[in-house]
């Protein structure tokens, strides 16, 4: 009878870590600014059909990059979630920190388990605060890791090179044609020499302060990209 192979846990956890962000790294990169009246995601993503960028509830934001079919279940599980929770106690209760937390234990539990593949995806999750002081965005990674996002964050595809960018011109205060801007030209930093990302190929979503209904997710039209981008 012949003996399996022994991989140490560590290594283990090395292979399906490289196996999730090669996935990850393969498509296009997600910006997500903070501006004055709110939070602004941009994504670059040619379909007009699969979104990258969805409403979770009220005041709650989902952008996710990576496999399509694993962070449309994670949406759909976070709207069920948010809708149960809203319904059950009250609609100010279901709060970004909440779903992250809920992404964070799914994602976790998949990735430390050995009977299925690791998630390749990514997850920012926003939430639109009274005042800017308060608006929330979590990063969420392919094995449940969770960080606090300050500002401006990016995931997927070359995001060091598109953060660096972002890092450099990012300041408080943005309006939003400025912040789109800044995101839409900092995902064309992912190659050398830069390249110009055609309004045409852009997903771009805010969640709105100067928004009057209780849901305060809109995404921009065609036209609104190209008046943000002068073009």
């Given at each position: 009878?012949t003996?399996?192979?022994?991989?140490?846990?560590?290594?283990?956890?090395?292979d399906?870590?490289d196996?999730a962000?090669?996935?990850?790294?393969?498509g296009?990169?997600v910006a997500v600014v903070?501006?004055v009246?709110?939070?602004v995601?941009v994504a670059?993503?040619p379909?007009?059909?699969l979104?990258?960028?969805?409403?979770?509830y009220d005041?709650?934001g989902?952008a996710?990059?990576?496999r399509?079919?694993e962070f449309?279940?994670?949406?759909i599980a976070?709207?069920?979630?948010?809708?149960l929770?809203?319904?059950?106690?009250?609609?100010?209760?279901v709060?970004?920190?909440?779903?992250?937390?809920a992404y964070?234990?799914?994602l976790g539990?998949?990735?430390s388990?050995?009977?299925?593949?690791?998630y390749?995806v990514?997850?920012?999750?926003?939430?639109?605060?009274?005042?800017?002081?308060?608006?929330q965005?979590y990063?969420?990674?392919?094995d449940g890791s969770?960080?606090?996002?300050q500002?401006?964050g990016v995931?997927g595809?070359?995001?060091?090179?598109?953060?660096?960018y972002l890092?450099e011109?990012?300041?408080?205060?943005?309006q939003?044609s400025?912040?789109i801007?800044?995101?839409?030209?900092?995902?064309?930093?992912?190659i050398t020499?830069?390249?110009?990302?055609?309004?045409?190929a852009l997903?771009?979503?805010?969640l709105?302060?100067?928004r009057?209904q209780?849901?305060?997710?809109?995404?921009?039209?065609s036209?609104?990209?190209?008046a943000?981008?002068?073009?």
């Amino acid at each position: 009878m012949t003996q399996p192979f022994y991989v140490s846990p560590e290594q283990l956890m090395k292979d399906r870590a490289d196996f999730a962000r090669k996935g990850i790294t393969r498509g296009r990169s997600v910006a997500v600014v903070q501006y004055v009246d709110g939070i602004v995601f941009v994504a670059e993503n040619p379909s007009r059909a699969l979104h990258k960028i969805s409403e979770i509830y009220d005041r709650i934001g989902f952008a996710a990059v990576g496999r399509y079919n694993e962070f449309e279940n994670l949406r759909i599980a976070g709207v069920r979630l948010a809708d149960l929770r809203g319904y059950s106690y009250d609609r100010r209760d279901v709060t970004a920190r909440g779903l992250a937390n809920a992404y964070a234990q799914t994602l976790g539990t998949i990735f430390s388990s050995g009977g299925e593949k690791p998630y390749e995806v990514e997850i920012f999750v926003g939430e639109l605060g009274d005042d800017a002081s308060q608006d929330q965005v979590y990063r969420l990674m392919y094995d449940g890791s969770v960080a606090d996002v300050q500002g401006y964050g990016v995931m997927g595809g070359q995001s060091e090179l598109v953060e660096t960018y972002l890092g450099e011109h990012f300041t408080e205060g943005l309006q939003l044609s400025a912040a789109i801007s800044i995101a839409v030209t900092a995902l064309g930093q992912d190659i050398t020499p830069a390249r110009t990302v055609e309004a045409s190929a852009l997903e771009i979503a805010v969640l709105t302060r100067s928004r009057s209904q209780p849901r305060k997710f809109r995404r921009l039209s065609s036209a609104d990209v190209a008046a943000a981008l002068g073009s």
